[in-house]
Antibody, heavy 119, light 108 residues
Framework: EVQLVESGGGLVQPGGSLRLSCAATGFTFSNFWMSWVRQAPGKGLEWVANIKQDESERYYVDSVKGRFTTSRDNAKNSGYLQMNSLRVEDTGVYFC????????????WGQGTAVTVSS | DIQMTQSPSTLSASVGDRVTITCRASQSIDNLLAWYQQRPGKAPKVLIYKASNLKSGVPSRFSGSGSGTEFTLTISGLQPDDSATYYCHQYRGDYTWTFGQGTKVEIK
């Protein structure tokens, strides 16, 4: 079954760090770009980051630049989102998703992992 | 940055109705727009890409149109299963993406 599964969410104090993981199964992970998209409680979707298959290109929303880093390990079929200097406004559910170019949509998503930043 | 404005934020319609959601971009995005459906507690699901291309497996009652700055998602013959929030997503701008704020569709 084609699947993405996130893990690593939890409760962290402002200024703290978390590392999210996204495990891929059922497809050739190295053929796909990967995205991170988040959703604050009761709010809409917000794109966070994209990473190319070979990590040669990475893009971030302005609000996380310098604090978040996306990476991947194709040998482990996994992607990661390292989140540092966390803020209350980073609270939400974080989804990973895959896509290819030309873009046909983010067609496989994980179930999401919840991050709560609170003192 | 490219801003996406969706309207309405909520709509209520009956089964069988034709429903239209609009998404406006703050600058031209050509046809680099996708639409997603998200049910409560679930991950989004892509419906349309490149403004008007129906993703394989998506019911044909969903359709998309537009280019430049104005886009629409139409549901022709609303079904109970279509109760969800719908988001537009631009993927044109300088390698940074944005979503619209969402439209919640309720069934009367």
């Amino acid at each position: 079954e084609v699947q993405l599964v996130e893990s690593g969410g939890g409760l962290v104090q402002p200024g703290g760090s978390l590392r999210l993981s996204c495990a891929a199964t059922g497809f050739t992970f190295s053929n796909f770009w990967m995205s991170w998209v988040r959703q604050a409680p009761g709010k809409g979707l917000e794109w966070v980051a994209n990473i190319k298959q070979d990590e040669s290109e990475r893009y971030y929303v302005d609000s996380v630049k310098g604090r978040f880093t996306t990476s991947r390990d194709n040998a482990k079929n996994s992607g990661y989102l390292q989140m540092n200097s966390l803020r209350v406004e980073d609270t939400g559910v974080y989804f990973c998703a895959r896509y290819q170019l030309p873009f046909y949509g983010m067609d496989v998503w994980g179930q999401g992992t919840a991050v709560t930043v609170s003192s | 940055d490219i801003q996406m404005t969706q309207s309405p934020s909520t709509l209520s319609a009956s089964v069988g109705d034709r429903v239209t959601i609009t998404c406006r971009a703050s600058q031209s995005i050509d046809n680099l727009l996708a639409w997603y459906q998200q049910r409560p507690g679930k991950a989004p699901k892509v419906l349309i890409y490149k403004a008007s291309n129906l993703k394989s497996g998506v019911p044909s009652r969903f359709s998309g149109s537009g280019s430049g700055t104005e886009f629409t998602l139409t549901i022709s013959g609303l079904q109970p299963d279509d109760s969800a929030t719908y988001y537009c997503h631009q993927y044109r701008g300088d390698y940074t993406w944005t979503f619209g704020q969402g439209t919640k569709v309720e069934i009367k």
